[in-house]
């Protein structure tokens, strides 16, 4: 059991604090004070607490989903370098299993929208899934470019390269795999995490009728993929300082962290949510950019 | 006798001819419509409809007396087939008077939801409060059914009355063929609050504390049209100060609502820093309100016979206010038009097309962003805005773009007003007393409309006093009530996640429909 071993409860432990810092970033930018970063805990200590209010028309799935979500969010967490190169369980897992895990979460999150039967969860479902099929190709195709120059498609591997952004086909990947971030992690412009206007939610719809211990573990297991993805994203595209001391960095990992959170808050607050039948144009947008970063890299050779 | 309006009884089988007649060519619009328990005078039930000319500041007021009189069904002819803006105003004719608009094509309730039995008539004379609430009932629940769209692959969404966020109450049933809204049938009146009838029963001078209760972010629109119509029933004048604080406190309100509203859209689109932008400039436009008048929704104002409160009294200072929010504005809805991802989401959403705002008679933002020029500031001068030059606006296209660049004039229109007012008062040019001093009194067997501009449109009331000086009837009319059945038309077509959008834009108030 050494560090490395245990590193993966940074992301479990952590992310809801992330979560807290964008919110606040947020907040600043609309000129109001906004919660205090450790509101997410108590959030999350709050519905723990709280009786659950269950549908009479719901199944197995829904019951299950709280528990499938939060234990393979965890699960993918295990297979990805934090703040050392070697992943916590290395024997397990590349990349391409890290996301399929995520996956497996996603799917019976779709399910278990539609199985309350109700209007808002189905409606959530369906566009999940819209939004899914984009995202998930354009994703994989932008880690390969990170793969193949990696030569490997484990992070730990990828990750000991230790550059930054040093190719153009990385920084094309990077843009790529920044649009997808926002999308899986249900950001303007493609959901509104702030909103609970019925007709207009994706994520949001999916869990409405969730409540106490069960939503409890949906919104961590929400929070813990957030900061999956943005580990990713540092594994992948800015690994410098992963391999110093522990303290070292520990830092590298937070300053970047915190670089990324301060991105995406930009992204929320500078623009509005894009109109539904338009995301194709962004995510397919995106598609692009993640295959001209591959035939980049195989044109130029780095 | 008031000089625009003209009053006129017409016999039954001349009665829907001759409101086509006024409603024709698109000269007239039906402004309201009601009915009356005059069983106590002789009279029987009357239907009266008011109609407005579009160039000549005169109303023509139409009634239909005696219905039901000498054991006859009490039914009237219904006027929707020629005046398609009369629908809503039949369906709650019948449901508050029993009355029965013969040949109206979609009859069924419209404010009263099955709670009550179907035999109580609310606004009848011989039926008291105490006596509805005895007969309300959860067991007669039974709901008139939705519109029911078949076909393959179109599916329902139901939608409410309880919302998500504080927002009022209201049933919304969407058929949709995947994202696309094919209708909606929305179930509105769950905050009938029973105003009418509470109208009647605490007398004139009380009913200003109802009128602006009615809707809530309209008080002062609800409170200076009730005013009006007691000030002209009883031949009251206006004193001059009064009606320059009034028209001032109008616009005040119009501009909180205004930017209120462009804000809101910014809910509507996700863009988060637009919105909080908008509620903090309206926050401040409030707090002067709360400054002028000592209330952020201007109530505690008006009084029949002038204001109660001297708004006017250090103009060089809220000028300079007023400065200071012009300048913050105008950096807010440069802010708003130059962000590209916002402005994308409004165009094009949510059309209102002229002639259907012009059939259903819209009224306000939703009639003048569809290409009708119909405002009541220019068309009926009331108060001082005979004494002052503006221009009002109108846009074409009708979409929620144009409904929110349509408030963005107007905003500038409203500060143009504010500071003329504020500068002749600055200049001494408007002296004397706030009131006529006299305790007002209600004329026996008299009658009044009353009416302004308010920030959603037009606000309308109708006063009638019984032998004694008592209330025989209020009838208000909120901008809301002519505006909610245009909601399908501009909703069919768009997709479903863009609804909360179109119904910001045109922002409609529930209690102020339901009443």
Known sequence: MGMSNLQFLIIILLSPLLQGIIRKMKA????????????????????????????EAASWIFHATPFIVFLSTMAASLMVPVTTPDAPVLAIGDIVALLYTLALGRFFLVLAGLDAGTAFGGEGSSREATVAILVEPMMMLAIFTAAVA???????????????????????????????????????????????????????GMVLEYSGRYLALLEWAHYMKQMLLFTIAIDLFFPYGIAGGALQSALFYAAKVLVLAAAVAATESSRAKLRFFQLPSLLGGAFVLSLLSLITFVMLGR | MIENEIYRDVAKEDFRAECARLFSGGNGRLRLMFAADLRETGEGFCVYTVFSHAQEDRFEILRLKGIG???????????????????????????????????????????????????????????????????????????????????????????????????????????????????????????????????????????????????????????????????????????????????????????????????????????????????????RIMALNHQLTGSRYLRGVNTPGGVLVDALQDPAATLR??????EEYKSFISFLTSSVSHVERLENAGVLSRAIALGLGATGIAARASGLNDDLRTSHPHFYYGQLVFETHTRMKGDVFARMMLRADEVGCSIAIIRSILHKANGK????????????????????????????????????????????????????FCNWPLMPFAVHGNIVPDFPLINKSFNLSYSGSDA
């Not at chain 2, 063929?177 to 109208?199: C, N, P, Q, S």
């Not at chain 2, 004397?432 to 209600?442: F, K």
């Not at chain 2, 026996?444 to 019984?466: D, H």
């Not at chain 2, 009837?473 to 909120?478: D, I, N, S, T, Y």
């Open chain 2, 429 to 480: 040019r408007i002296e004397g007393n706030i009131s006529d001093g006299g305790e007002w009194e209600a004329a026996a067997n008299s009658q009044a409309l009353g009416y302004v501009e308010g920030p959603r449109g037009s606000v309308f009331y109708f006063v009638k006093s019984g032998a004694n000086g008592a209330p025989l009837r209020v009838k208000p009319r909120a901008a809301s």
């Open chain 2, 69 to 283: 009189g000498e054991g006859g069904k009490p039914e009237f002819p219904s006027i929707t087939p020629e005046v398609p803006a009369a629908h809503w105003y039949e369906r709650q004719i019948a449901d508050m008077f029993g009355l029965v608009p013969s040949g109206h094509p979609d009859l069924h309730p419209l404010v009263l939801h099955g709670l009550y039995p179907p035999d109580v008539y609310p606004l009848r004379r011989d039926i008291s409060s105490e006596a509805i609430s005895r007969h309300l009932a959860l067991e007669n629940e039974d709901l008139s059914p939705f519109m029911e769209v078949k076909g393959e692959g179109i599916y329902e969404i139901p939608v409410g009355p309880v919302h998500a966020g504080i927002i009022e109450p209201g049933h919304f049933r969407f058929s949709a063929v995947g994202e696309t809204i094919y209708y909606l049938d929305a179930r509105l009146f769950y905050t009938h609050k029973g105003a009418e009838k509470h109208f009647e029963r605490i007398g004139f001078k009380e009913g200003v504390k109802l009128s602006e209760r009615i809707s809530g972010v309209s008080s002062f629109a609800h409170s200076a049209a009730y005013c009006m119509a007691l000030e002209r029933m009883s031949g009251t004048a206006l004193p001059a100060r009064a009606s320059a604080i009034r028209t001032l406190l109008l616009e005040m309100e119009r501009l909180y609502n205004h930017i209120g509203d462009i804000g809101n859209m910014c809910a509507g689109t996700g863009f988060a820093v637009g919105y909080a932008r908008g509620a903090s400039l309206k926050e």
């Open chain 1, 150 to 204: 990696g030569g490997s498609t484990k992070l730990s591997v990828i990750s000991k390269s230790m550059h930054i952004l040093d190719s153009p086909a990385h920084v094309l990947a990077f843009a790529a795999f920044f649009v997808a971030l926002i999308a899986d992690t249900g950001r303007i412009p493609v959901d509104n995490p702030d909103t609970h206007l019925e007709l207009t939610m994706i994520h949001e």
């Open chain 1, 28 to 55: 600043y930018a609309q000129g109001r004070i906004g919660p205090g970063v450790l509101q997410p805990y108590w959030d999350l200590a709050r519905l723990f607490r709280k009786d659950m209010v269950i549908s």
């Open chain 2, 321 to 326: 206010e007023i400065e200071e929010i012009t």
